[in-house]
């Protein structure tokens, strides 16, 4: 009979969602309740979509820090059109290929002029955020589409929409990382690019796919966010990046590449958002504020947790490789 594997980096991560969860309802009777686990799940739904894309970048070794800047600028691009007249099936496609546009220039930057993948992000960061208030002129611009208004509003089986969008794009990101070819060949060329290219792959196709799926999770996390708040934001979502990173840090993804799954990302996603709804809940003053040094402190763990794993793998290796001669 097959042994069942267990991944014990998950059983931690349950562990101490469990644990947050617990914490927090003993600090506030309301925090354990259908409506505040449905509100930390919308909260997490723009998080999760981003977290997707940063998982196959930080498995390959590759990272994005533009996620935030661009959201806000494909919001604001799809409250522009519709707002013109253009229907909600055109806005859609248009938001869609500009976000495609972008993961490609992200891709190009990487492969072809060869900047590391932060400084190349971290330029089209600035970018889109600039392009976000240059074409609304620095102003909310609203919305009154019928469809842009349902997705917002819409409650299928009890769940909002975007909760819906945030589950599928997980089970098929976590499918196709798992199961595929293409899941095989990220995790490949996050171990060792140039073995990879050795084996007849392209990490460089795989970099460039990775990136237009973050350009298409963005479009769709940017057009989400605007049914919800029925206007286009060009100052909304900043540091939306840092949490995501965070999260699939702190769900297990090694930022040497090569290491890291799609379920660990889903608790991190929930660790992160159970935090934030959590010290709003509790009455601590100035939450919001201290909800940056939380997560700094998450990250700082996360980082460290990587860093001996990554010890202990290298001692592992070693000692098998002695055992070997």
């Excluded at 101490?16 to 919308?42: D, P």
């Excluded at 994005?64 to 522009?80: E, I, N, R, Y």
């Amino acid at each position: 009979m097959k042994k069942l594997k267990i991944n014990g980096n998950l059983i931690v991560l349950v562990v101490a969602l469990v644990i947050e969860i617990a914490a927090f309802s003993l600090l506030n009777h309301n925090f354990l309740t259908t409506v505040n686990m449905v509100n930390i799940l919308i909260a997490a739904s723009l998080v999760g979509l981003v977290a997707i894309g940063h998982t196959y970048l930080i498995i390959e070794g590759q990272n994005d820090l533009s996620p935030g800047s661009l959201v806000a600028f494909l919001g604001v691009l799809s409250s522009l059109l519709v707002s013109k007249g253009l229907n909600f099936g055109v806005t859609l496609l248009i938001t869609m290929a500009a976000g495609v546009v972008v993961g490609l220039c992200n891709a190009f930057m990487v492969n072809k002029l060869k900047l590391e993948a932060f400084i190349a992000t971290l330029v089209t960061q600035s970018v889109m955020r600039g392009f976000a208030y240059i074409i609304c002129d620095g102003k909310s611009i609203g919305i009154m589409n019928q469809t842009f208004i349902w997705v917002g509003k819409a409650r299928p089986l009890g769940l909002p929409f975007s909760v819906w969008l945030m589950i599928i794009a997980f089970i098929i990101g976590g499918v196709i990382l798992a199961k595929t070819r293409f899941g095989r060949s990220v995790y490949a060329i996050g171990g060792n690019a140039q073995a990879a290219r050795l084996a007849g792959m392209n990490p460089q196709r795989i970099v460039t796919i990775s990136f237009v799926v973050m350009g298409l999770l963005c479009s769709i996390g940017g057009i989400v966010y605007v049914a919800r708040m029925q206007s286009g934001q060009p100052s909304a979502n900043v540091n939306l990046e840092f949490d995501a990173i965070t999260a699939v840090i702190l769900g297990g993804v090694s930022f040497a590449g090569g290491v890291g799954n799609m379920g660990g990302t889903v608790i991190g996603v929930l660790l992160i958002q159970t935090f934030n709804t959590g010290l709003n809940m509790v009455g601590i003053p100035n939450a919001n504020f201290w909800q940056y040094v939380g997560k700094g402190a998450l990250l700082l763990i996360a980082l460290t947790a990587d860093y001996i794993r990554k010890v202990n793998t290298e001692k592992r290796l070693l000692s098998e490789s002695k055992r070997n001669r």
